[in-house]
């Protein structure tokens, strides 16, 4: 293996930036702030709570949930402080995800009421060192690298939860749509519509030339209408399906081609060169049909021409 | 690489069949598509028929790679031949040498993600190539953004 | 173990059953030369359903016996390119522009038919 994959296998993936405590942080000091935050945990949480409510957020969420959650989440807060470790809170983040997500509960929540808690905790040492400005200065020095590092790794956490969520759905839908068409025996019509990125084109490549074999076609048409872009990967992908149909013995005619997509291709040196394009579906049906009535070895054929 | 590892000696073309075979089952128990397998079946024969070719005889290896949420398949064919004088045209379209179309080297690229050549003059090639499963590409792309995609 | 062939009319229909080493490539080609002389067919008919892998070896060897045929005046057709396969030569990009193909063989003797009527009716 190459070094990349080393990397990315060994280092902590979604680590951002510098480790939680920096050196200069006075052991002794993060111990007591730590030890204060825990002596005083029903307290803040309840006003946390209270403004995770004022502010209207996880309201899919019963109020017992929300309270189990949120001490969860407060008590995996404050470990991550004292140990300046987001291993833990990573993992815990993760499964938290996993179970809202479903639910329904969007980013903005989980970023606000993480936020909100380091607020309310930020506060609660603000008001409980504010007769020494020298030593707030410190505890809050400590404190505030460590919390945005908290807020930032349960927010990507969620973030790639919900990334892995909507990549299955997604997966899902594929497996599901685009029906190949038969129509009049050997011709089949592929209608393309909406995103078409790599995968799906890899997925549709495989779905039409089973059918190719299964039809016994000798003519597809793949329409495109309903395609919004397509870059030069999937342009060549396409390019790839209709001569992969060729190779089965079937003749492909693309069709539905904007002006836009064309241009795009264009520009991007695409070769369209050998493939049949039709502007619209209703001409490539035409087209097909004179393929399908006339489908013989062609004279100056590369077979039959002197070979160089 | 760890010992499900499967080695084949290459000295004969019956043997070029063998290697793909096992490339092709390994791929299957590893959850990748049957077109994947025929990729990578087909980028083991062409390699496979270069160490024929150029080194008489040699040996691939098929392995796995990666971990439980991202899997790839890994194939290591080594000979001890005459090595490649210009890696960088033989990576090339079209550079042909043996007589043949030549096209082993960049077409077995196109087939897999990754693709290393370490090859030394009158000592021998290593040809190391992978392929992710499909699955698992969009997080291989993601945690190494300066990977070509 | 030689690839079986079978003759058809004006045709040569090659079935290959598994991968092919050097030898018995080199044996089909010359075997079809041989038949094409002695019955002279048309068209030769390559069925390669059975193969599932098709590599730049492959290629070049199908091209030399379409070759090898057309120099005797047959035509060449290759039958029964698997899905797989299929995407993976075109991925591979081997040079396939010589390549007539077909789905299968009953398609193939059609084109084979449509051909030899045009080529009788051009006045060959």
Redesign the interface.
Known sequence: ??D??E???SGE?GSVGPALHAPEIDAALLAELVAYLREHRPELREAWVERITEAQLLRVMSSEEVFSEMTAVYDNYVDALETGSVETLRAYARSLSERIIHRGVETHEVLGIVLLLRDVLARALFIHHQGDPELLNRVLDAYEPAANRIAVTVGVSFVDERERVI?DQQ?AIRELSTPVLQVRGRLLILPIIGVLDS?RA?QL??QL??A??AN???VVVIDITGVASIDV?VANHLV?TV????????SAILTGLSSGIAQTLVDLGVDLGSMRTVGDLQGGLEEAERLLGY???QEG????AP?T | MADEDVTVLIATDADIVVARGEGRALAGRLGFSRTDATLIATAISEIGRNILVHAGAGEVRVGRAGDDHRVAIVVVARDEGPGIHDVKRALEEGYATGGGLGLGLPGSRRLMDEFDIETKLGHGTTVTMSKWRERDRHAVVRDAPDRDG | MPVPILKQGDYLIASIQSALIDSEVLELRDDLADRIGRYRSQGIIIDVAALDVIDSFVARSLRNIARTARLRGAVTIIVGIQPDVAVAMVQFRLNLEWLQTALDLEEALAMLDRHTRERDRDGG
């Open positions: 293996m190459n990349h994959e990397d990315a296998m993936d990549r997966a995968q890899r490549t495989e030339l089973s190719i074999q016994r076609a000798k990967t790839q001569e992969a149909s060729r190779l089965m013995g079937a489908r013989v070895i054929d590369p077979v039959l070979q």
